[in-house]
């Protein structure tokens, strides 16, 4: 999947590059999705013998950045990866996300874009959008604004102490292409999601 040139900060690029790829244990995964995703979890490799992996679900797979002033958002986040044995967090987005289509068409849904955007994490997807986007429509700006929200959110899961060490759970982010149910993986040495399956 083609990427615009990314414009990310070098920080969080370098942070990203230290989370190898590797086979997952459903068992001992979190998978951090939005809230309207329909993902075929037993394809993807986050589902074993029926049952799936742990989850946690937000409008646009947010994640509030770390915080010392902790917050339901952070608390809940930290208390999935310490109360069970987390090997690999997943965070993966999807091409057609309702809240994603809120942030890129105000008028669509006004209250909705409102509360989204009062949210930190959405903002710094807004503004990163915007800021270096402004020229793309249609499926072009969907397709660039799903996968920019992956690797923002996976900043701000970065900055948790968890897993912002070195020795904590492997961090890795995907994106779920609904038009053709096909599975992409962020490639940090190529800066570029690159396809990891065909899921139809």
């Known amino acids: 999947m083609q990427r615009s040139q ?6 969080p ?12 244990d459903p068992q001992r995964t979190l998978l951090i999705s ?11 490799g986050l589902s074993a013998r029926g049952i799936p992996c742990a989850q946690m679900r937000s409008p646009a797979h947010l994640v509030a950045p ?19 044995e987390t090997h690999d967090v ?18 669509r849904a006004r209250q909705a874009f409102q509360l989204l955007s009062q949210m930190p994490a959405a903002r710094a997807t807004i503004e990163l959008v915007r800021r270096n986007y402004g020229r793309l429509r249609g499926d072009a700006l ?6 920019e929200n992956v690797l923002t959110q996976l900043d701000h899961l970065l900055t948790y102490p968890l897993l ?6 492997r961090v890795h982010a995907w994106l779920y292409d609904d038009r053709d149910m096909s599975l992409w993986a962020y490639d940090s040495e ?11």
């Open 34 to 44: 939005c809230f309207d995703a329909a993902l075929p979890l037993e394809r993807m």
């Open 142 to 147: 969907r397709e660039v604004m799903a996968q």
């Open 190 to 200: 190529d800066s570029q999601f690159a396809r990891q399956v065909q899921l139809r």
């Open 164 to 169: 912002s060490g070195g020795g904590g759970p």
């Open 13 to 24: 690029a370098s942070t990203r590059r230290r989370r190898a790829g590797a086979a997952l």
């Open 6 to 11: 990314s414009t990310s900060a070098q920080g």
């Open 90 to 107: 997943v965070i993966c987005g999807h091409v057609r996300c309702t809240a994603l289509e809120v942030l890129l068409d105000e008028a």
């Open 66 to 84: 770390w915080s010392e002033a902790t917050t339901g958002e952070h608390a809940a986040l930290q208390l999935s990866l310490s109360m069970r």
